[in-house]
């Protein structure tokens, strides 16, 4: 395998090399994002890997498993289920035409509780397999907009607080993150893939009138609204030679401008404060993780924290509704739960009390009474693929 990575052209591509003469030439003609383990076929006629094709890095269909055939010069995914592969966990039995792959995936589903953490009071609203997990956000009339991944397809549902009537807002674009809301409802926000990179878009709170907000040689995904609905703080990299920058911190009016930068140095996941005055954000300093507060219009952190052993921060660390604390995800005994860091420097404890099950998302409601979690497990077994070539 062998990728150039000049500009915005990067991928990878397998090659071949004559044993003797240590020559080397393209085997096929696709190009991918990345690849994993290759193994031939017992007829010498294609190999199958774990790859994901150039273009769909930031879709639903990446880390996949594909048959090659050398005959035609044609690949066809032979996985067609919800989950990523890992990429050495490729094994191929030639004689029998089987393969042994590693999954890992996330079934998640959407559950309600008191925000106090008592997992007693935790109901399960919604029954898919992929709910939540991207974003929660909840509505000032007590409905819930959240993320859900069907087949290929990520896009956004409405539904109320105890799940019923649930509705898809969203058929386009096909893949999208990282749901965030204005306070007053009128538009929602995301993060979704278009011409190579991952930018923010806005909404109406119907799933109509599409409009992007960010753009350029950059990628954002972490985003948050502020509480008078005016901007959007986010953290963006830029690419510089095929590489990407350090992730900093900015913001953009909710109709389009142009952006404001609030940090000089790695930030991600930004949060206003309920009375738009902060943003809390996560930093790493000396290879932890430590979290932040500092002013809406951005400088220098006015506080900073340490977390707790083994914090998860994809979704950021919140402001409760009141602002007296700052919340972050905590995997601990392979269970995580919801941890709170008082703002006055108080020692940090445990909201949610689960001992079981991870939680990939949360949200609370707008006057603090209740949680929504995206709620599941991960998937490792291994799985038996029979008769994969054609």
């Not at 935790?122 to 709910?131: K, M, R, Y």
């Amino acid at each position: 395998m062998t990728g150039p990575t000049t500009g915005n052209d990067q991928f990878c591509t397998i090659i071949a090399m004559d044993t003797e003469s240590g020559a080397t030439r393209p085997l096929v003609s696709q190009k991918w994002d990345s690849c994993g383990r290759i193994a031939w076929t017992g007829d010498s006629k294609g190999f199958v890997l774990i790859a994901t094709k150039q273009g769909e890095s930031s879709t639903a269909s990446r880390d996949q498993v594909f048959y090659v055939s050398l005959v035609s010069d044609e690949s066809h995914r032979i996985t067609t289920d919800l989950n990523r592969h890992y990429y050495d966990s490729l094994g191929l039995n030639r004689d029998a035409n089987e393969l042994l792959v590693v999954p890992f995936s996330r079934i998640s589903q959407m559950w309600t509780m008191d925000a106090k953490g008592d997992s007693r009071t935790a109901t399960q609203i919604t029954s898919g397999s992929g709910d939540g997990r991207g974003g929660i956000v909840t509505l000032p009339d007590g409905r819930i907009v959240f993320i859900r991944r069907t087949g290929d397809h990520v896009d956004l549902w409405l539904m109320n607080a105890d799940g019923t009537e649930q509705k898809q807002l969203t058929t386009d674009p096909p893949f999208l993150e990282e749901l965030r809301a204005t306070p007053d409802g009128r538009y929602l926000v995301f993060a979704s893939h278009r011409d190579g990179r991952s930018h923010l878009f806005r909404v109406d709170a119907d799933g109509g009138n599409l409009k992007q907000l960010t753009s350029g040689d950059s990628s954002e995904v972490d985003s948050d609204c502020s509480p008078d609905g005016k901007w959007v703080v986010y953290s963006s990299a830029t690419v510089l030679n095929g590489k990407y920058t350090p992730a900093m911190l900015w913001k953009v009016p909710i109709d389009g401008g142009a952006p404001v930068r609030l940090t000089d140095r790695l930030s991600v996941s930004p949060h206003f404060s309920s009375d738009g005055r902060y943003i809390s954000y996560a930093y790493l300093e000396n290879q932890e993780w430590k979290l932040a507060l500092m002013l809406a219009d951005g400088g220098l952190p006015l506080k900073t924290f340490a977390t707790v052993k083994n914090p998860e921060l994809s979704a950021g660390c919140r402001f409760t509704p009141d602002g007296k604390a700052l919340t972050y995800l905590v995997v601990q005994k392979g269970t995580t739960n919801i941890w709170l860091q008082p703002i006055d420097g108080g020692q940090a404890h445990a909201n949610t009390d689960f001992r079981s099950g991870q939680i990939y998302n949360y949200s609370f409601s707008r006057d603090g009474s209740r949680l929504f979690l995206a709620r599941g497990y991960d998937i490792h077994d291994v799985t038996l693929i029979k008769n994969f070539s054609r």
